[in-house]
């Protein structure tokens, strides 16, 4: 993938990594399997195409790595297990990263709140989920994509994760 984008465009001076499936993990288990799919998907997804660019963005001095974690990652919810790891991971992930690859090259992460509803989402579970934001809604493709964009930007700023969830981690205060 990275050789294809290099050979289309001439470098990488940018990735995103966001490859996550959502899906149930409860523990105990007998059967690991989706375990080790999710967090192989989730940590060594990023791992891999984040090591794969690295050496041309060091060797340009320039480059950006963005990581897309969610509220999973600070608030881990039952039968999420492997998600829940998986994305604490990738913010550990982004943390070290931005270390190793300073000054250069800046690693970030963005945790979005309710975005996308899952499939089996009922219009009242839907409802339910947006009530317990700040703000009343669910946020849009677009809210993830500008704090990205900022991101991209923002050239003093690395090692941070920005969370973009319309308040969901305080709406229980509300």
Known sequence: MVNAAVEQFGAVDILVNSAAPFEQTPMPT?????????????INGALYTANTVAPRM???????IINITDLFALEPRKNFAAHSVGKSAMLALTRQLAIDFAPNVRVNAVAPGPVLPPAD??????????????LNRWG???????AVLYLVRADYVTAQVIVVDGGEQFGRFK
Request: charged fraction near 25%.
């Open 121 to 134: 989402y009922s219009p009242e579970r839907i409802a339910q989920s947006a009530a317990h934001t700040l």
């Open 140 to 146: 849009t493709p677009q809210d993830i994509a500008d």
């Open 30 to 42: 007998d059967d690991l399997s989706d375990w080790h799919r999710i967090t192989n998907i989730i």
């Open 58 to 64: 060091l060797q340009r001095k320039s480059g950006v």
